[in-house]
Every structure is written in structure tokens, then in C-alpha cells.
């Protein structure tokens, strides 16, 4: 099953989390613009994960390696 195309573009996301660290709530940015409040929510704890600011999830850099290792781990079986 193929992901579409990321909707927002990573400066959207990127000034999102800025504006929620800044004080900001999802709910009142979700009223402000298009995406939902937990997708912003979704977003800043991603973040905070990348910056190593929380240790509940994988970092972005984390859940590729895991998508690309996956993806080979397919491929060798195929293969086999």
C-alpha cells in the first residue's frame, strides 16, 4: 500500500510547531487553519522527538531507518 504525498509542506508543519511552542494551542490553530488540532498535535510531539525532547516514539530519522530497513527485509525475502 502506497503513502500519498504529504498534504502540508514542511514549512506549514515547521511554523506550526514554532507557533505552538511559542504558546499557542493546537485547538485554536486548527480554528486558524486547515489541519485538525490533533494533526498539529501530531506534528509538535514529532518534533520534540527529533529534538530529543521527548523519548515516548521514534524519531523521524528512526522510523526511516525502520521503513528502509523493512523495504529490505522484503526484498530478501522475495528474493529468497
Do not use: C
Not at 509538535?44 to 523493512?70: C, K, T
Amino acid at each position: 500500500m502506497a503513502k500519498s504525498q504529504a498534504r502540508y509542506s514542511a514549512e506549514f508543519r515547521e511554523q506550526m510547531v514554532e507557533l505552538v511552542r511559542a504558546g499557542r494551542s493546537p485547538h485554536e490553530l486548527a480554528e486558524e487553519f486547515e489541519p485538525s488540532a490533533q494533526t498539529i498535535r501530531n506534528w509538535y510531539y514529532q518534533a520534540e522527538r527529533d529534538a530529543g525532547n521527548r523519548s515516548d516514539g521514534l524519531s523521524s530519522e528512526e522510523q526511516a531507518e525502520l521503513r528502509r530497513l523493512r523495504q529490505e527485509n522484503r526484498q530478501l525475502r522475495e528474493e529468497r
